[in-house]
């Protein structure tokens, strides 16, 4: 697929396909990530792209103009492409959106800057999305998250298909199982049995309460949204169960 993100920090944006998953992405050729300079499409011979805000106050504002030629040319380059702009007024970013620009042919992501955009662009943006409820200096992080996100669900990008699957929120919308590498016991701990036993069955079981129990006990408001077939009934009955009888500490 292709990312364009449009910018004015552009090597900030470099930096996301730089290292790990995106990087790989882009060496497998599942992800052409393209960032813009948004100072490319300024009007002024000075290439500043912001003017004070009408109605006073302190700040300025990025201008429609500019904005506009790059969305036209990222557009020309890919036609149809979903336009996403992160601000905190956005949509919380969810792996559901991440999967769903993952499908997408081309997205471009608007970062603004300054106190933000001219109101008359809102009709060029398909979405908006957040990461939560807090500002930042610009959209530049928030595009490099989505980004990152995006990469590793493309295909060819994970070498372990499953391990997307299987982590947090992919796992049918739970939080992640806990895990465990070598050695066997580090500081008087001792890894649970169960993950030694070579049992896949019982492991399995084991991670499937671990993942409602880390669910139960973290995000609850979680839960509403999952439909639990009767063992993940049963294995959380058991988990509350355990955690109640032990003050929070369930071995097993
Ligand atoms: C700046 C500002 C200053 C004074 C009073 C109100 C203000 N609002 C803003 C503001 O929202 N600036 C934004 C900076 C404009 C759009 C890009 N910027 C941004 C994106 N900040 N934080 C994000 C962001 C994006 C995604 N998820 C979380 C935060």
């Not at 992800?31 to 109605?55: P, W």
């Not at 506009?68 to 956005?90: D, E, I, M, N, T």
């Amino acid at each position: 697929m292709r990312i364009e993100v449009i910018s004015l920090f552009p090597q900030l944006i470099e930096q996301v396909g730089a290292f790990g998953m995106a990087r790989k992405a882009v060496e497998v050729g599942a992800l052409q990530l393209i960032a813009t300079d948004l100072r490319n499409f300024a009007q002024r011979a000075d290439r500043r792209v912001d003017e004070r805000t009408f109605g006073g106050g302190p700040g300025m504002v990025l201008q429609a103009e500019p904005v506009s030629r790059a969305l036209a040319a990222a557009h020309s380059c890919a036609p149809g492409a979903k336009v996403v702009f992160l601000s905190p007024q956005g949509a919380p970013l969810t792996q559901a959106w991440a999967e769903r620009l993952a499908a997408e042919p081309a997205v471009v992501l608007l970062c603004g800057r300054y106190e933000g955009m001219d109101e008359r662009l809102a009709g060029q943006v398909d979405v908006e999305l957040s990461l939560g409820d807090f500002v930042l200096s610009g959209g530049e992080l928030a595009a490099m998250v989505v980004v990152d996100a995006v990469a590793r669900l493309l295909p060819g990008v994970l070498g372990d298909a499953a391990s997307a699957r299987e982590d947090s929120f992919s796992c049918g919308g739970l939080l992640d199982h806990p895990h465990f590498t070598r050695p066997r016991e580090w500081q008087g701990r001792a890894v649970p049995d169960v993950l030694l036993s070579g049992d896949h069955a019982a492991i399995r079981r084991w991670r499937l309460k671990r993942a409602l129990g880390a669910t139960w006990l973290k995000r609850p408001e979680l839960l509403a949204g999952v439909d639990l077939d009767e063992e993940q009934q049963a294995l959380l009955r058991e988990f509350v169960a355990q955690c109640r009888e032990s003050g929070n500490e369930v071995k097993s």
